[in-house]
């Protein structure tokens, strides 16, 4: 992953990073493929998605929701990447792109904690734009 910038402060950087990259790539990865419980495994149980909508309001989403949407198998045209990642200790975040083609880009940003020996991803915000047509 060249070009990945990474803001990190510890000495053990290289570890903790391939850790989280895992934990994001298991939410990239298990939702383009339709693996439910991959993205299960990346986030925190009672975790929220956040979005403002074309209206202007804030929507809340549950995880347990969104996860329930995930077919088992059901594979998307998903086009995931991890744009950055920073971290202190036991506490994250991260910025990805989800790009669908012929519809939507995604801008994910993602808050991290660390416990019980594993990164989780405990809060998603995010917002979209159109797809650009070809012209």
Known sequence: MSGLPVNAQTENSKTEIEQI??????????????????VKRAFHPDFNLYTVTEADSLKIRSGEVYIAGIKEGEKSNRI????????EKD?????????IPNWRIF????????????????HKSYTWRVYPKNE
């Open 80 to 87: 995931g990447r991890i744009i950055s990642i920073d971290y």
């Open 21 to 38: 990259t895992a934990t994001l790539m298991d939410y990239i990865e298990g939702t383009a493929n339709g693996e439910p419980e991959r």
């Open 107 to 122: 801008t994910d940003y993602f808050l991290l904690l660390k416990y019980e020996g594993s990164w989780k991803i405990v």
């Open 91 to 99: 506490a994250a975040m991260a910025k990805a792109e989800i790009v």
